[in-house]
T-cell receptor
Framework: EAQVTQNPRYLITVTGKKLTVTCSQN?????MSWYRQDPGLGLRQIYY???????DKGDVPEGYKVSRKEKRNFPLILESPSPNQTSLYFC???????????????FGPGTRLTVT | GENVEQHPSTLSVQEGDSAVIKCTYS??????FPWYKQELGKRPQLIID?????GEKKDQRIAVTLNKTAKHFSLHITETQPEDSAVYFC????????FGKGTLLTVNP
């Protein structure tokens, strides 16, 4: 079954404790991306990756890191989480094109993160 | 960077009526405009998309129009049904994907 998986689905942590949210897709997609969703603010892109070893900032990258060492995986790293990073996080993937995204994004199930 | 404005933020219609959601974007380089539907507690799912070389696209009860000159695009849902109730997001993309803040659509039986 074609899918995007994220782990963990729920996480409660404390300020400053490094954490990683994993994302994996089995569709051989070139493009992967992370979003955060907050009430009243919609979905905001954190980072995206056009392919292996190619990553770039989205609209809200501060406080986050990513890496793309393999095509299927795109982990999101919070080196020193703060309460303002409490949010619902979605990973997504799609086929890439030469002119940009241009394809349907397939979203993972979401990770609800609470930082106290 | 890109800025996407979406209106209205809430929309309530009677079953069978039409619903229209409008978005504007700022970056003329944006070339892909998807619309996503998100039901409560679920992930966003694509319902229709349009590329910058197309002015209109239709899929059954859903249609999207794009005016590149004015930098605005709209979602039209006809013959609305209660199961159309959800939050709808427009987005504009080149390489980055920027979403509007969403429209909560309620279809009353």
């Amino acid at each position: 079954e074609a899918q995007v998986t994220q782990n963990p689905r729920y996480l409660i942590t404390v300020t400053g404790k490094k954490l990683t949210v994993t994302c994996s897709q089995n569709m051989n997609h070139e493009y992967m991306s992370w979003y955060r969703q907050d009430p009243g603010l919609g979905l905001r892109q954190i980072y995206y990756s056009m392919n292996v070893e190619v990553t770039d900032k989205g609209d809200v990258p501060e406080g986050y890191k990513v890496s793309r060492k393999e095509k299927r995986n795109f982990p999101l790293i919070l080196e020193s989480p703060s309460p303002n990073q409490t949010s619902l996080y979605f990973c997504a993937s799609s086929r890439g094109t030469s002119g940009g995204i241009g394809r349907e994004q397939y979203f993972g199930p979401g990770t609800r993160l609470t930082v106290t | 960077g890109e800025n996407v404005e979406q209106h209205p933020s809430t929309l309530s219609v009677q079953e069978g009526d039409s619903a229209v959601i409008k978005c504007t974007y700022s970056d003329s380089a944006s070339n892909y405009f998807p619309w996503y539907k998100q039901e409560l507690g679920k992930r966003p799912q694509l319902i229709i998309d349009i590329r910058s070389n197309v002015g209109e696209k239709k899929d059954q009860r859903i249609a999207v129009t794009l005016n590149k000159t004015a930098k605005h695009f709209s979602l039209h849902i006809t013959e609305t049904q209660p199961e159309d109730s959800a939050v709808y997001f427009c987005a504009a993309s080149n390489y980055k994907l920027t979403f509007g803040k969403g429209t909560l659509l309620t279809v009353n039986p």
